[in-house]
């Protein structure tokens, strides 16, 4: 079974940076996505940024610029290296997986969900 454990919230001014991680162990695929997603109160949750296993990475419009997903395959880890903060950025951040060759958008298609981190950008 696929467990998923993120760290790296917290509270930031906007402007400010925090760097997500979430380490998957278990994994048994050759090849599988890694994910971010978030979600606020009430909201879907939705795909901010994908990275395949070959490092193909892909960004949701509101993050592009400023979000970067990275992992490091060896670790079972990715990382949400995330500038230039705002407001409208404060939800709770998932990571998740998928097995297979393609990051998929639909939040029903992965396998195994951390238990989120909060993220908080106020003044």
């Known amino acids: 079974q696929v467990h998923l454990a993120e760290s790296g919230g917290g509270s930031v001014q906007p402007g400010g940076s925090l760097r997500l991680s979430c380490e998957a162990s278990?994994?048994?695929?050759?090849?599988?996505?890694m994910a971010w997603f978030r979600q606020g109160t009430g909201k879907e949750r939705q795909r901010i940024a994908g990275?395949?296993?070959?490092?193909?990475?892909m960004y949701g419009d509101s993050v592009k610029g400023r979000f970067t997903i990275s992992r490091d395959n060896a670790k079972n880890t990715v990382f949400l290296q995330m500038n230039n903060l705002q407001l409208q950025d404060t939800d709770m951040y998932f990571c998740?997986?998928?097995?297979?060759?393609?990051?998929?958008?639909?939040?029903?298609?992965?396998?195994?969900w951390g238990q989120g981190t909060q993220v908080t950008v106020s003044s």
């Open positions: 278990g994994i048994t695929y050759n090849a599988y996505c």
């Open positions: 990275i395949n296993h070959d490092g193909t990475t």
């Open positions: 998740a997986v998928s097995s297979g060759a393609y990051c998929y958008i639909q939040p029903r298609l992965f396998d195994a």
